[in-house]
């Protein structure tokens, strides 16, 4: 919640920032490829951890809201990069997406073992 106060504990200090503010920071740093590998990793491994907890047996809502919530967390990356090479332009867009390309493919090998 963004209006919950900064937190500290054994993983760090936590604070909550509504996407209204963090948006325009995480578009204006993914120009660096490297930047945008790197969270759109993050966001890609948090999403895959959200599903694998899905419970065996689990119904209705426990099914449907960690697919619904990935199909939104990975489409604003999906935005974001959209948001890049439209203002890159053509040539910097090219650059841009291989650099990603290999940024997301580099130690794919295959899917965690959860």
């Known amino acids: 919640m963004p209006d919950k106060p900064a937190r500290n504990d054994?993983?760090?200090?936590h604070m909550s920032l509504g996407s209204v503010?963090?948006?325009?920071?995480?578009?204006?740093?993914?120009?660096?490829?490297?930047?945008?590998?790197t969270l759109r990793k993050a966001a890609t491994r948090q999403?895959?951890?959200?599903?694998?907890a899905v419970k065996p047996g689990a119904?209705?809502?426990d099914?449907?809201?960690?697919?619904?919530?990935n199909d939104h967390h990975l489409a604003t990356w999906s935005a974001v990069?959209?948001?890049i090479r439209r203002d890159f332009g053509k040539e910097d867009a090219?650059?841009?997406?291989?650099?990603?390309?290999?940024g997301l493919a580099k130690n794919a090998g295959g899917p965690p073992a959860y």
């Open 94 to 102: 090219a650059k841009w997406d291989r650099a990603v390309f290999e």
């Open 59 to 61: 119904k209705r809502a």
């Open 63 to 69: 099914l449907t809201i960690p697919p619904a919530w």
């Open 21 to 37: 503010w963090l948006l325009p920071v995480v578009r204006e740093i993914s120009e660096d490829p490297a930047c945008y590998v």
């Open 47 to 52: 999403t895959a951890e959200g599903l694998a």
């Open 81 to 83: 990069a959209s948001g």
């Open 10 to 13: 054994d993983h760090g200090v």
